[in-house]
């Protein structure tokens, strides 16, 4: 009993100080093609999601829209970032940027890039944003992971026929992708609920 009284309190303060803050309970998505393609899975699996999906986004660009959408009090409380495939070089700064740019009262959730074909220039830093993104939330309390890289790999009949970061070939394979895409995400959106949110 106490322990429930407790979980009520704290959330009863934080409530208050998103109301502080000005923030709103939720899901901001800002994500690229990945993201796009899931777009209807990512609506059934979070239906009370803002989700922007664009072609060809980076993370860098995806920064300046969440600190955009947080000016304009916009940015929902959780924050979920879905990029990583292009220009990934960067990923270090990209994504010390996005850490350090979320604003007070937000939780953020990076979600793993991946790319499957090992010729493209781009694997390696791929692969080390994947696995920087995850570092990243081992050290900050308010960073939680959706391992799209990982359940990426775990499921290789997506990725028959297609340039290996665009799931499915046909409108069936599609479906199974944006599913497994959705559902990585939205998994992660119910876990972040518990978790803490930027205090400073």
Known sequence: QAQTNIGQTKTLAE???LSRLGISEGTSLI???VALRANTALQEALPEANINAQVSRTTKQANDIMLNNSQNKALLKTVVIATGVNNPEGYKNDLDSIVNNL??????ILVTPY????????????????????????KNPYVSI???NKVAKEHPEI??????VHFGNDSNM?????KLYAETIAAAVKAA???PVKSK
């Open 193 to 195: 609920q518990e978790l």
């Open 159 to 164: 990725w028959a026929g297609t340039d290996q």
């Open 115 to 138: 790319e499957g074909d090992k010729s493209k220039d781009t694997y390696t830093s791929v692969e080390q944003y994947a696995a920087y993104a995850r570092e990243l939330a081992e």
């Open 103 to 108: 604003p007070k009262g937000h939780h953020l």
């Open 31 to 33: 994500g690229d093609s």
């Open 146 to 148: 959706a391992d799209w």
């Open 15 to 17: 409530q208050a100080e």
């Open 174 to 178: 599609i479906e199974e992708g944006a």
